[in-house]
């Protein structure tokens, strides 16, 4: 079975930073197309951004030149560092494969 446990999430000021973790398991994150999402109460779910094989990435345009996708194919994890953080990127981020099945995501909350 493929999941996923994030991590990372947390307060941080408006302008500040963020790193957040997406350990797998049950597949090899060098090998798969991975994604982060986001989910504010109310709202749909956000694609944010995604790492393909290769290593090309996409990103939302609301997050275009804010946020990085990578990973760490040893620790068979992809990361999302998060800078120039907004009020409106406060939401639940999961991360995911199309395989996966959804994990519990972590909260991160952008306030001064």
């Known amino acids: 079975q493929v999941q996923f446990e994030e991590s990372g999430g947390g307060l941080v000021q408006p302008g500040g930073s963020l790193r957040l973790s997406c350990v797998a398991s049950?597949?090899?994150?060098?090998?798969?197309?991975v994604s982060w999402y986001r989910q504010d109460p109310g709202k749909q779910r956000e694609l944010v951004a995604s790492i393909f094989l290769g290593g090309r990435t996409y990103y939302a345009d609301s997050v275009k030149g804010r946020f990085t996708i990578s990973r760490d194919n040893a620790k068979n994890t992809v990361y999302l560092q998060m800078n120039s953080l907004k009020p409106e990127d406060t939401a639940v981020y999961y991360c995911?494969?199309?395989?996966?099945?959804w994990g519990q995501g972590t909260q991160v909350t952008v306030s001064s």
């Open positions: 995911h494969e199309i395989t996966a099945s």
């Open positions: 049950g597949i090899e994150v060098s090998l798969r197309s």
